[in-house]
């Protein structure tokens, strides 16, 4: 993305005002100046993009992943010591350690949870409420965001396939059609595809409270991605970003949108050879199943920390082929609100010349 740096203090108060408007519920409620969530990425989402993109005005998250409780106390200390100003933990529902996990967070007063990977226990979310923290929960349909809200969800992100990483199956367009216009307890950020400022502004005049991005921040310069990795991003087009392919009905691989590689190609292949192995009498079901889940273990580590984009995954989302150039934090915040008000501005005299 190459978006000409733009300072926010030259903008048009009017249009301003109407960005301010459309999204002071999503400020509001994380406490920030723009309503952009930088999404949790694992292995880059951590104390310096987090504390980047807290003080460009955003809302940093960390990604908890599969770290420990220990090292997850590490970050947060860190992170505190680079920004004054909130961010917020993603914690992966299905971690063993997903109690200790949310002590963690609690202990350290963290303001906001991000409950991701599944559909949480309700419990999580009471003890994190009344631990003093709001709970922010992954909605993939319009009948889940119901469900989470009775269960106490304070926020919901609707996060569509055009996304990096793992995915559901619809894309942020639809779902954003199917949920913005039905949950108004509670505010709602789109994720998926959102590259440009007009966009974002688009989802908050549907209705959004406000948006969150991952695959725009990975080449930030407070990034600690490889620079391999962040090459990868910067040749990637939108069409090299696809999911991942399942052989087998039977052997059912976890959609993940990544950049396709010698590693998503030879996939294929590690499937077909356990099936046939399992064909074959060689191998059962269970240890055929593993084998093919512990195929990518470890692999967004090898690629955005150690470099090896060959071997590794390069989880990346669609909006990858606008992903241009390497940015600041502030620059690529500065741009998108930029780019908000220019998309509100323009609407804004068509309006009046027509009326
Ligand atoms: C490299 C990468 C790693 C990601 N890791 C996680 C993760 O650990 N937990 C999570 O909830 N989402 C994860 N995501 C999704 C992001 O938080 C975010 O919702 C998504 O990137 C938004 O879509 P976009 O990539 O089109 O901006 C990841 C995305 C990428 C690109």
């Known amino acids: ?79 505190k010591a680079m920004t004054s100003k909130p961010f917020a933990v993603n ?35 009471k003890r994190i409420k009344e631990g003093g923290a709001k709970v922010i929960c992954f909605a993939p349909a319009l009948i889940l965001a119901k469900k989470l809200i009775r269960s106490g969800a304070d926020a919901l992100v609707i996060e569509g ?17 199917e949920i913005l216009p039905h949950i108004k307890d509670v ?35 407070e ?14 087009n939108s069409r090299d970003a696809i999911t991942s392919i399942q052989l087998d009905p039977r052997f059912p691989v976890i959609p993940v949108r990544a950049l396709k590689n010698k590693a998503s ?15 074959a009498g060689h191998m059962d079901m269970k240890e055929a199943q593993l084998e093919i889940e512990h195929y990518w273990a470890g692999a967004l580590r090898r690629a955005a920390i150690d470099g090896d984009v060959d071997g590794g995954s390069l989880m990346a989302g669609q909006i990858v082929g606008l992903v241009k150039t390497q940015q600041s934090t502030q620059e690529i915040i500065d741009g998108l609100v930029k780019q908000a008000h220019d998309y509100l501005s323009d609407n804004l005299s068509d309006y009046l010349s027509v009326n």
Not at 161 to 177: K, N, R
Request: glycine content about 12%; hydrophobic content about 45%; aromatic content about 6%.
């Open 161 to 177: 396939s055009e996304a990096g990483g793992h995915i559901g199956p619809v894309s942020t367009s639809v779902l954003a059609q």
């Open 91 to 125: 914690l992966i529902t299905m971690h063993p350690m997903i109690s200790e996990l949310i002590d963690v967070c609690l202990r350290q007063k963290i303001s906001h949870v991000v409950l991701a990977g599944g559909i949480p226990a309700a419990a999580d979310i």
């Open 223 to 236: 990034s600690i991605a490889h620079e391999n990795f962040k090459k990868a991003f910067l040749r990637g």
């Open 265 to 279: 190609e030879s996939f294929l292949e590690a499937q077909r050879s356990v099936i046939a192995k399992h064909q």
């Open 1 to 79: 993305m190459d978006i000409s740096t733009s300072d926010t203090s030259t903008l048009d108060m009017s249009t301003l005002g109407r960005l301010a408007e459309l999204w002071q519920r999503g400020k509001d409620f994380l406490g920030v100046e723009h309503a952009i969530l930088g999404g949790a990425m694992s292995w880059v989402s951590e104390r310096n993009l987090v504390a980047a993109i807290s003080n460009a005005g955003g809302f940093g998250v960390i990604a908890c992943g599969s770290m420990t409780p220990d090292l997850l106390e590490d970050e947060i200390t860190a992170t």
């Open 187 to 221: 505010p709602v950020f789109v994720a998926g595809g959102i590259g440009r400022g007009d966009v974002m502004a688009s989802y908050l005049e549907m209705g959004a409270s406000g948006v969150q991005l991952g695959t725009l921040f990975v080449c930030a310069t």
